[in-house]
């Protein structure tokens, strides 16, 4: 379902952040007015994460940052990895996308859309 062999950079405003058994879901608008969806980790999965996530953390209008493995089929959305929110990260990931938080703190700032991005341009990765 999720090609966990890409991983790319989605920005955009928060349309509504679902989070329901078995699998949360972020929904964003990009800048383009395409709607992305995020599958995420089970809620019971996410209370024990730092930062605490909860269904309150996203909200419709938030602006932030996807870090995520998209479906294999093209369709607008994926599995998420790491969710940037006002220089916060938040890891709701369930194993579906493993993005790497500190390829990504490394990467994002020198301006990378996605891993293959980075990795084409000789970036260290850190499995």
Not at 45 to 73: A, K, N
Not at 96 to 101: D, H, L, Q, R, V
Request: charged share 25%; hydrophobic share 35%; aromatic share 12%.
């Amino acid at each position: 379902m999720f090609d966990r062999n890409q991983e790319h950079v989605y920005s955009g405003e928060v349309v509504r952040w679902a989070f329901n058994s078995p699998h949360t879901a972020l929904y964003i608008r990009d800048d383009d007015g395409a709607l992305w969806a995020f599958e995420g980790s089970a809620p019971a999965r996410m209370f024990d994460r730092d930062p605490l996530i909860t269904g309150y953390t996203f909200q419709p209008g938030d602006r932030l940052t996807v870090v995520g493995c998209p479906l294999r089929d093209g369709r607008t959305g994926g599995a998420v990895g790491l969710v940037i929110k006002d220089d916060i990260w938040y890891n709701p990931q369930d194993g579906g996308c493993n993005a790497n938080e500190e390829n990504w703190r490394n990467w994002l700032p020198k301006g990378y859309m996605s891993k293959a991005d980075a990795v084409s341009a000789g970036e260290a990765v850190v499995d």
